[in-house]
């Protein structure tokens, strides 16, 4: 099995398990946020559904700037487009990581950037790899959110308290 077809089943179980939590996102709370200095729900839960985004990034450009001259062009998804921005989202990066060989993940880097500082120079399968467990990380600070707002947690790795299913 090549690298590219790894991260094809891992984004498929994954782009489930995000889909899940992303059902659950109560509608009405976008702002609220457990603490001062936390994100507030709406912008953690529109990361979130976005993140897979990020593969097409990482394979058609050299490098990304998060802090660009004249600011990003990031879009804040609507709360209640949470679910069609992700399908759309894993559904551009599953096309875009079914033409790609690991040659070009294993041998090309990648560079992050913010206000032109370079913040990482890697190779690509590994700003990959970071990219999903970067994910993973949101969505399960995501869950916590949704506890905290008396919303449904559903299975991601195994059984939640309100969803006994095995993820």
């Known amino acids: 099995m090549t690298m590219t077809e790894r991260f094809l089943q891992e984004l498929d179980r994954e782009a489930a398990r995000t889909r899940r939590t992303l059902e659950q996102v109560p509608a009405g709370r976008d702002d609220w946020k457990p603490h001062a200095k936390s994100m507030s729900l709406g912008r953690l839960a529109g990361l979130v559904a976005s993140m897979p985004t990020w593969i097409p990034l990482i394979v058609k450009q050299d490098e990304l700037d998060l802090t660009p001259p004249g600011g990003s062009q990031y879009r804040q998804p609507a709360m209640n487009e949470l679910v069609q921005v992700h399908d759309k989202a894993v559904a551009d990066a599953r096309t875009v990581l079914g033409g790609v060989t690991d040659d070009f993940?294993?041998?090309?880097?990648?560079?992050?950037?913010?206000?032109?500082?370079?913040?990482?120079?890697?190779p690509r399968h590994i700003v990959m790899r970071e990219t999903i467990n970067h994910l993973a990380h949101h969505r399960g600070q995501l869950t916590v959110y949704l506890r905290m707002n008396e919303a449904k947690v559903p299975a991601i790795y195994g059984p939640s308290a309100d969803d006994q299913h095995f993820g």
Do not use: M
């Not at 993940?105 to 890697?122: F, I, P, Y």
């Open 105 to 122: 993940l294993l041998n090309t880097r990648w560079r992050l950037r913010a206000g032109g500082q370079v913040v990482s120079d890697e």
